[in-house]
């Protein structure tokens, strides 16, 4: 009998005033109790219109009814078949906008917390499952892998269970890409994505660190390697900035430099002496998820104001609800209709403050957001020592200006089909590095195809 609750169940999590001073997780994860109860609040539908919105067709109304009945380790085996890092889209998902948007629950109430069923799932399974994980029969086929984010990491491991030998080539000095570089420590905790890359490993993919494509060898040499197809998963990395005055002065991070210094280079933990300021007061400006966790990393380093500088309202917001939530409960100031029209010197090279403008919504613009205008006078001096720019982040250009015959488009993503092949044969991309900067599950999703497209090339290449 289907739990009629209007709600789903809440998630257990750290107060507010303990966690912004940690870098533990904030989200304490369900008990199997609650899992159950959750569980049962699922319908069952037929139409199952769950699975349509999620990149990887999770089978999610029988992974469900295993939850509701126990069967904690047949949940998880189901949602493995189609899913290759199942507790860190757990975490880390927009379920919001994809499974749990379409979840016929949520028409009237709160639909099924799908998210927190499946972080459930998995973490129940790494605590209590057993992974027989063995090397599939290989098929005497090489393929390369460049990058090691969610797309690479997605296509290596399908590659991998049909009997590729798979070798991925990373640029940083550990692999995970942006799950280890970007979402942070409270978020995502680094030893769940050591976990997810260990059992790649297990099952014979060769994860190569320090190796950059483009400058130690190129796509071409791949090929005269021996490698029948490559996929390139390289991400986008190569931040944007607003082009103000100031922007190059001391204390002035991207969000990606910032966050890699605290998540990669272990800012975080003490006994590492990364540098990074020691900030009392910083603005960052942007409002998608990235700016959110590079604020909650600025205040639990110690910095006692952090606003989040945005041009528009809280409803353009792109960061999920959840993580605006977490930061307002944590204590990060909103500036919401602010724009920084200029970051200001203190005689030193440092920042010394910025100056913004306030902005008011206009018509909407072609992304069909209303269009921020300044309001002429009203700037005003934020007094803030850090800046952290979080405007976005489009793909590094150096795999596509080392490789003749890869094109990419006008934003410098790679260009690639519906089948993930890009302009030059035999080569396959996914990911940041041909959307832009998205989400997790949609790079999977497309290491996914790019996986089964290589895999119908090299057969039909051998007839």
């Not at 942007?286 to 205040?299: E, L, P, S, T, Y």
């Not at 403008?357 to 001096?381: Q, Y």
């Amino acid at each position: 009998m289907a739990n009629m609750t209007p709600n789903k169940c809440p998630m257990p999590e750290q107060a507010p005033d303990v966690r912004n001073k940690n870098f533990k997780e904030v989200a304490l994860g369900y008990t199997p109790e609650m899992a159950l109860e959750e569980a049962k609040r699922c319908l069952q539908c037929k139409h199952r219109p769950c699975v349509s919105g999620c990149p990887v067709n999770v089978q999610i109304p029988e992974f469900i009814a295993k939850v509701a009945q126990g069967d904690f380790e047949g949940a998880y085996q189901v949602i493995a078949q189609t899913n290759s890092l199942p507790a860190v889209c757990g975490r880390v998902c927009p379920q919001e906008s994809q499974c749990e948007g379409k979840c016929v629950r949520g028409i009237k109430n709160e639909p099924v917390g799908i998210g927190r069923l499946e972080r459930f799932v998995a973490d129940w399974h790494m605590a209590n499952g057993t992974d027989e994980i063995k090397a599939a029969e290989p098929n005497g086929h090489k393929v390369a892998v460049v990058g090691a984010g969610p797309s690479s990491l997605t296509c290596a491991g399908d590659l991998a269970k049909m009997g590729y030998q798979v070798t991925v080539l990373e640029a940083f000095h550990v692999a995970g890409g942006v799950l280890v570089y970007g979402i942070p420590e409270f978020r995502l905790p680094k030893k769940i994505v050591a976990k997810e890359i260990d059992k790649l490993e297990k099952m014979g993919v060769d994860i190569q660190t320090n190796m950059v494509v483009g400058k130690v060898n190129s796509v071409d040499e791949l090929f005269e390697q021996g490698y029948e197809a490559v996929f390139i998963g390289s991400g986008a990395g190569l931040p944007s900035f607003m082009n103000i005055e100031g922007e190059d002065l001391m204390g002035v991070y991207s969000a990606n430099e910032y966050l890699t210094r605290i998540n990669l280079m272990k800012a975080y933990m003490e006994g590492y002496d990364t540098p990074i300021k020691k900030s009392k007061s910083v603005a960052v400006v942007g409002g998608g998820n990235v700016a959110m966790d590079a604020a909650r990393c600025a205040k639990r380093l110690g910095a006692q104001n952090v606003y989040i500088v945005y041009r528009r309202s809280e409803e353009e917001m792109p960061a999920r609800k959840e993580e605006i939530h977490h930061a307002k409960e944590e204590g990060i100031i909103f500036k919401l209709l602010n724009n920084p029209v200029r970051i200001l010197n203190d005689g030193n090279g440092s920042v010394a403050g910025m100056e913004c403008v306030e902005m008011e919504l206009g018509e909407p613009d072609a992304s069909g957001r209303r269009r921020p205008i300044e309001k002429k006078g009203s700037n005003f001096v934020l007094d803030v020592d850090t800046v952290i720019m979080s405007i976005g982040t489009s793909p590094n250009p150096l795999i596509r200006t080392t490789t003749e015959g890869l094109e990419a488009n006008k934003k410098g993503c790679l260009i690639a089909d519906e089948n993930m092949a890009t302009t030059k044969e035999g080569v396959y991309a996914g990911g940041d590095a041909v959307t832009g900067a998205a989400t997790v599950i949609l790079a999977m999703g497309a290491g996914k195809k790019a996986a089964a497209s290589i895999d119908e090339y090299i057969k039909n290449k051998k007839k």
